[in-house]
T-cell receptor, first 111, second 112 residues
Framework: NAGVTQTPKFQVLKTGQSMTLQCAQDMNHNSMYWYRQDPGMGLRLIYYSASEGTTDKGEVPNGYNVSRLNKREFSLRLESAAPSQTSVYFC??????????FGPGTRLTVT | GIQVEQSPPDLILQEGANSTLRCNFSDSVNNLQWFHQNPWGQLINLFYIPSGTKQNGRLSATTVATERYSLLYISSSQTTDSGVYFCAVPMNYGGSQGNLIFGKGTKLSVKP
């Protein structure tokens, strides 16, 4: 039982390149979230998915797209990476009672 | 939207000392979480505490929902307690799966 897993752990991109961050959970939860964490800050919501087949924008969605592939997997795509997207990205999933569990994070640098 | 403020922003302790971290929030909430972000960046769940008091080893937390604050107590601190402590509340009050709004954290350094 791994909980929430994310790949890759680290990535360096050049401006304009694209990539997809992967997240999977084995907790059988309906909702999944993508957050970003910038230096000295708490986390901010990028996109979320309340259930399989649905996605909605969060606080900072610009420059990102998401896909809820199935109940287990929720991916985040950067179509044309920018230096402002240098950040640590966390995937999370809540229990029915609302307690959220986070993955280990992906550290992304865009040069 | 709801605001979450944490204090102090930075805290330096000698090993063995006790500390209290505070989290104030600007609106009614139906749950609150405390996390520890260790030096490797992992977010570790400490407490899920909408109200009342919970204890887990040397750590305990109290949330007074009616007064819109929560406290995290760390007793007999150890160097492994170092890191950043975040509190977070759901944006959608009344919903059980609201997106979390995070405070900016308290950075704790425990010196040997």
């Amino acid at each position: 039982n791994a909980g929430v897993t994310q790949t890759p752990k680290f990535q360096v991109l050049k401006t304009g390149q694209s990539m997809t961050l992967q997240c999977a959970q084995d907790m059988n939860h309906n909702s999944m979230y993508w957050y970003r964490q910038d230096p000295g800050m708490g986390l901010r919501l990028i996109y979320y998915s309340a259930s399989e087949g649905t996605t909605d924008k969060g606080e900072v969605p610009n420059g990102y797209n998401v896909s809820r592939l199935n109940k287990r997997e929720f991916s985040l795509r950067l179509e044309s990476a920018a230096p402002s997207q240098t950040s640590v990205y966390f995937c999370a999933t809540p229990t029915e009672g609302g307690e959220q569990y986070f993955g280990p994070g992906t550290r992304l640098t865009v040069t | 939207g709801i605001q979450v403020e944490q204090s102090p922003p930075d805290l330096i302790l000698q090993e063995g000392a006790n500390s209290t971290l505070r989290c104030n929030f600007s609106d009614s909430v139906n749950n609150l979480q405390w996390f520890h972000q260790n030096p490797w960046g992992q977010l570790i769940n400490l407490f899920y505490i909408p109200s009342g008091t919970k204890q887990n080893g040397r750590l305990s937390a109290t949330t007074v929902a009616t007064e819109r604050y929560s406290l995290l107590y760390i007793s007999s601190s150890q160097t492994t307690d170092s890191g950043v402590y975040f509190c977070a509340v759901p944006m959608n009050y009344g919903g059980s799966q609201g997106n979390l709004i995070f405070g900016k954290g308290t950075k704790l350094s425990v010196k040997p």
